[in-house]
């Protein structure tokens, strides 16, 4: 009788996973954990939390700093060749899985999406990719919103 509750089959339940929205959508701001970018900064422009039919894990595709612009002193400012060599963006573009990115509460008001197709992530068309997200950023750097993201992490 008292172990009368082990016998009886359970029932079917609805997954957590299922109905939950996830917190990983366009715009969110990342740490890359594994890989060569490991402790970049990054930003999520697309996420799959299924998976697809070439990934079958939840996965995204992100954009990110590989190198970080350079310091400004007062020398290097005198110098406008040296300042905007300085002031240089080197972005990253991604596909990674959910498991290797850690997020952060912050959030990127940049919309990539119409320069991020799939299309544009063919090898072929990748390095135009790189220059337009460079664009972006830099533009973003000099206009001094969010610089935070362009500074590198200290670990």
Do not use: C
Not at 20 to 33: H, P, R
Not at 49 to 78: Q, W
Not at 90 to 99: E, G, Q, R
Not at 131 to 141: D, G, P, T
Request: proline share 6%.
């Amino acid at each position: 009788a008292l172990l009368s509750y082990l016998l009886v089959p359970f029932a079917p339940s609805t997954s957590p996973s299922s109905n939950m929205t996830s917190f990983l959508s366009a715009g969110k701001v990342v740490i890359i954990l594994n890989g060569r970018h490991a402790g970049s900064k990054a930003v999520i422009v697309q996420s799959n939390d299924k998976g697809s039919e070439t990934r079958k894990f939840p996965h995204a595709v992100v954009v990110g700093v590989s190198k970080a612009p350079g310091k400004i002193t007062r020398a290097v400012a005198r110098n406008p060749k040296k300042a905007a060599n300085r002031m240089r963006v080197k972005p990253f573009i991604k596909t990674i899985n959910y498991s290797h990115v850690m997020p952060t509460r912050y959030q990127f008001k940049v919309d990539f999406k119409d320069i991020i197709t799939p299309e544009s992530l063919s090898k072929a068309t990748r390095a135009e990719t790189k220059k337009k997200v460079r664009a972006v950023f830099q533009e973003k750097y000099k206009t001094d919103k969010d610089k935070w993201f362009f500074t590198r992490l200290r670990f």
